[in-house]
């Protein structure tokens, strides 16, 4: 009896041929590089802007944004000036192991962000990134129960804020994470049935994250340097032992797919968008005292992230992110300058989300909203004009690579709630948002040294696929035409195509 065809999708998040060629070259991640070598690759292009949380998710629909919705990790709702933090509940269309388990394919879906809470699926899940800390993050939900048993709390990504002084602590927590995903992935493969095994791993994103510049100009940062300078390296060299393992466990009939959701290089200067609108008057803060006031204690730089930076060097054990949880969030909104400060009344343009995507205050749209259809589009035009001739004042550098209008990049089913511009940054540069106001200028310098860039990397290798190919162009949405492709399982409903060249 013929054995069936089996798929094995491991994510990398944030993974970059930046860092992997280098290794590959001085023959540091030989598994890779037979896969390379013997199988296909692309520079996978993101969403724009290349978000982990709409990333994933067009990955896991086989959609682009507009036909899946989730535009952002905070998602603004329609109709009104809130928004609400991205889950499982707001990507509008069905993953593609949901398509596979209709045609009596088992999966097994393992941290993939955007996946709580948990749907059911012909197999066993684990929810993901953005999963609440005590929440059940399985189905069936019995099976949380027989890994905790086994492998006690499911391992989760430590926050990107790195004390000084505590970085060996922290990389060492990451690899311990690594780790445990990798145990629970073979325990995963060896004692479930399956067709189709998904499997996400963070650590490459989170340690580039906090750990880039030592990466790309090593330098000597105490005791602890080489182990440092070493971290971003050291993971990829660990995966491509996993990547190994995996190979031994699987027959000719399995497909090996690995694939991330946006490549990485540094970040020198993060932008806030609301600040540039409210310097170019389309942003209006509210006249009353208690405004105007915040607006002065944030020219001082007196925010709550000062505050918290102060309370910590004073010795107060204070976690940096504590004001992220939605009762610190409204603590800091009350106390300094917010999105609770803005004269909507007056304000014709503001930004909401991590990708600095804009939306325009339109008349009939908005319930505060000032600005006609006629202003719209020469609103649309004077932005466009300004963002892509934004400079740095230090450097005089270009910020802006790309600005999008909400009809180029969003024509699915969900485009009435996409932002009416869009960017792309160059590298160096990326939007970072909060509800309150945590500068007084629109660029800063980060706490982290690492950013997402459009780019990150598709790895396939089976013996359908052709030998040493590079696909000249493919978008994260392909990934599970792809992967529906190989189990003669009908797409037809999803954005992804099939490049041309990949199976012989």
Same mark, same amino acid.
């Given at each position: 009896m013929?054995?069936? !065809? ?15 060629s ?8 030989? @598994? ?12 996978? =292009?993101?969403?724009? &802007? ?19 919705? =989730? ?8 109709? +009104? ?6 889950? $499982?509940?707001?990507?509008? =269309? ?7 388990? +209709? =045609? ?10 955007? @996946? ?6 012909? $197999? ?9 800390? %005590? ?18 709390? *499911? ?14 602590? *922290? ?61 971003i390296?050291?993971i ?14 699987? !027959?000719?009939?399995? @497909? ?24 170019m ?12 006031l ?20 004073? %010795? ?6 504590a ?13 300094f ?9 007056k ?28 202003? *719209? ?6 932005? @466009? ?18 600005? *999008? ?13 996409? &932002? ?7 590298? %160096? ?34 013996? !359908?696929?052709c ?13 599970? +035409? ?6 003669h399982?009908?797409? +037809?409903?999803?954005? %992804?195509k099939?490049? !041309?060249?990949?199976?012989?």
């Amino acid at each position: 009896m013929e054995k069936k !065809d089996k798929v094995i999708v491991i994510g990398l998040d944030g993974a970059t041929f930046n860092v992997i060629s280098p290794l590959v070259e001085r023959g540091e991640l030989p @598994t890779i590089k037979k896969v390379l070598e013997n199988g296909a690759s692309a520079h996978l =292009a993101s969403t724009i &802007p290349p978000l982990s949380s709409t990333a994933w998710a067009s990955f896991m629909t086989g959609m682009t944004p507009s036909n899946h919705g =989730a535009y952002d990790f905070i998602i603004k709702k329609q109709g +009104s000036y809130g928004s609400k933090f991205l889950n $499982g509940t707001l990507i509008k =269309a069905p993953a593609f192991w949901e398509t596979l388990g +209709s =045609a009596g394919k088992k999966a097994i879906v393992q941290n993939v962000m955007g @996946t709580y809470p948990p749907k059911p699926v012909n $197999g066993y899940l684990i929810t993901g990134f953005l999963s609440p800390p %005590g929440a059940g993050y399985t189905y069936p939900a019995t099976f949380q129960e027989e890994i905790e048993q086994r492998f006690g709390n *499911y391992p989760r990504a430590p926050g990107t804020s790195v004390p000084p002084g505590g970085e060996r602590e *922290y990389i060492q927590q990451v690899f311990d994470n690594f780790k445990k995903r990798v145990d629970i992935t073979h325990y995963l493969l060896d004692t479930k049935e399956w067709d189709l095994f998904v499997v996400v791993f963070e650590a490459t994103d989170i340690l580039q994250h906090a750990f880039w510049k030592y990466y790309a100009e090593p330098q000597r940062i105490g005791k602890d340097a080489l182990f440092i300078q070493n971290a971003i390296p050291e993971i990829y060299r660990r995966f491509d032992v996993l990547l190994s393992q995996i190979l031994e466990k699987i !027959d000719k009939n399995t @497909t090996l797919v690995v694939v991330s959701d946006h490549g990485f290089n540094c970040l020198h200067k993060v932008i806030f968008m609301n600040n540039l609108l409210m310097d170019m008057d389309l942003l209006t803060l509210k006249k009353r005292p208690s405004t105007q006031l915040k607006k002065l204690c944030l020219k001082y730089h007196l925010n709550a992230e000062t505050l918290v930076t102060i309370g910590e060097k004073m %010795g107060f054990k204070i976690k940096g992110a504590a004001i992220e949880n939605k009762k610190g969030q409204q603590i800091a909104n009350k106390l300094f300058l917010s999105q609770h400060d803005i004269d909507w009344k007056k304000t014709k343009a503001f930004s909401v989300g991590v990708g600095g995507h804009i939306y325009i205050n339109l008349k009939e749209k908005e319930s505060q909203g000032n600005v006609s259809f006629t202003e *719209y589009r020469e609103l649309k035009a004077f932005l @466009t004009r300004m963002l892509e001739n934004l400079k740095d004042p230090e450097t005089g550098e270009n910020i802006i690579k790309e600005v *999008y209008q909400k009809e180029e990049l969003y024509q699915g089913q969900y485009a009435s709630s996409a &932002p009416d511009l869009s960017i792309l940054p160059h590298e %160096g540069y990326f939007p970072l948002y909060k509800e309150h106001f945590i500068s007084p200028s629109f660029l800063m310098k980060p706490s982290v040294s690492g950013g997402h860039t459009l780019h990150g990397v598709f790895i396939m290798y089976g013996k !359908d696929v052709c030998k040493g190919v590079k696909i000249p162009q493919m978008n994260i949405w392909d990934v599970a +035409s792809i992967v529906c492709k190989i189990f003669h399982v009908d797409a +037809s409903h999803m954005d %992804g195509k099939v490049p !041309d060249g990949l199976f012989v």
